[in-house]
């Protein structure tokens, strides 16, 4: 065999092995290895370990350090849109705590007594709040609205906003109960809760004209009837 030949053979053999070699240590023995969800290491569009992107959501901590601010709290609905007067009351009020609510007690009642006052001068009759059917004076009933602006839980007592059949009140709320009736009902109403209801010449005062239109609460969520087909 030529010896040149020879030579020519063994330097091929020699290159390849050495190429060979070298793609084997880069490329993992030619083999490419896949992002996955369970390998343990964060590869891929991985937004962490096996989690984010394409995977399951990651877990984030939340951080409560610091200090927070309130910005809004509402319990009974329409109280403080209806006796704050002004909006920076409303927003005052917005940002305090149930338990702090004293000094907001006069600013309802004597918008409270404005109201009446407003009614009264439209009928041209001196008008002033009376005693309601909770048996609440202006004073009482105030303190009730600004103090207690939470809907309380009732755990051995019927829940309602009101019941006028055994006279229950303010111990919480079901779906059904009308509570802006309710609201102006204790407002207006007067002892016998029919003070300004619209009969023997009185405004009506104790409702908002407005019913549950068609919706049912025996009903799942939306609580809307099944829709009639023409």
């Known amino acids: 065999m030529n010896l040149r030949y020879i030579k020519i053979t063994v330097l091929a053999l020699c290159l390849g092995v050495f190429f060979t070699q070298c793609a084997d240590d880069d490329d993992n023995g030619n083999v490419i290895e896949q992002a996955t969800c369970d390998d343990g290491i964060m590869n891929g569009d991985e937004e962490g370990v096996d989690c984010g992107g394409s995977c399951i959501p ?3 901590t939340v951080d409560f350090s610091g200090t927070y601010r309130q910005q809004d709290i509402m319990g009974r609905p329409g109280i403080n849109t209806v006796f704050s007067g002004t909006d920076m009351v409303k927003n005052n009020f917005n940002a305090s705590v149930v338990s702090d609510r004293a000094d907001f007690q006069p600013i309802f009642e004597n918008t409270l007594e404005a109201y009446h006052d407003v009614y009264g001068s439209a009928l041209g009759v001196d008008l002033d709040y ?4 909770l048996g609440l004076d202006a004073p009482t009933f105030t ?5 207690f602006d939470a809907l309380q839980v009732a755990p051995n007592a019927e829940t309602t906003y009101f019941n006028p059949n055994t006279g229950i009140a ?16 204790l407002m207006f109403g007067g002892m016998s809760g029919t003070r300004f209801d619209g ?3 009185t405004p009506q005062l104790t409702s908002d004209g407005v019913g549950p239109g068609d919706r049912d609460f025996g009903l799942p969520f939306p609580y809307l009837e099944t829709p009639v087909t023409q």
């Open 170 to 185: 303010l111990t919480g709320r079901t779906l059904n109960d009308d509570v802006i009736d309710v609201s102006l009902t």
């Open 143 to 147: 303190t009730v609205l600004a103090q």
């Open 58 to 60: 990651c877990v984030l």
């Open 199 to 201: 009969n023997n010449g």
């Open 130 to 133: 009376e005693t309601n059917i």
